[in-house]
């Protein structure tokens, strides 16, 4: 069984940063695409940037210039730089693995809270 264990998240101010990682229990080669989710209360849970195994990346407009996903191969981990954090930036947010036979994988969700 696949783990993924998110660590990063906390509270900040508006205008801050956090770093969020993602470790993985096996090489993320075995994955061909990573991503972080968030999700608010009574909300669906939204894609926010993703990375292929090749290292293209993919980012919801609300986040594009402000958050950049990135991997470490060799940690097997996947990180999500989150600068100029805004309140509705706000959620849970999950790692997401994608396996290469349709299987997928969530870590178990870390809390981001921006106030203002």
């Known amino acids: 069984q696949v783990q993924l264990v998110e660590s990063g998240g906390g509270l900040v101010q508006a205008g801050g940063s956090l770093r969020l990682s993602c470790a993985a229990s096996r090489t993320i080669f075995s994955f061909n695409t990573m991503g972080w989710y968030r999700q608010t209360p009574g909300n669906q849970r939204e894609l926010v940037a993703s990375?292929?195994?090749?290292?293209?990346?993919d980012y919801a407009d609300s986040v594009k210039a402000r958050f950049t996903i990135s991997r470490d191969n060799a940690k097997n981990t996947v990180y999500l730089q989150m600068n100029s954090l805004k309140p509705e930036d706000t959620a849970v947010y999950y790692c997401?693995?994608?396996?290469?036979?349709?299987?997928?994988?969530w870590g178990q969700g870390t809390q981001v809270t921006v106030s203002s």
């Open positions: 997401r693995a994608f396996g290469w036979n349709a299987d997928a994988y």
């Open positions: 990375i292929t195994s090749g290292g293209s990346t």
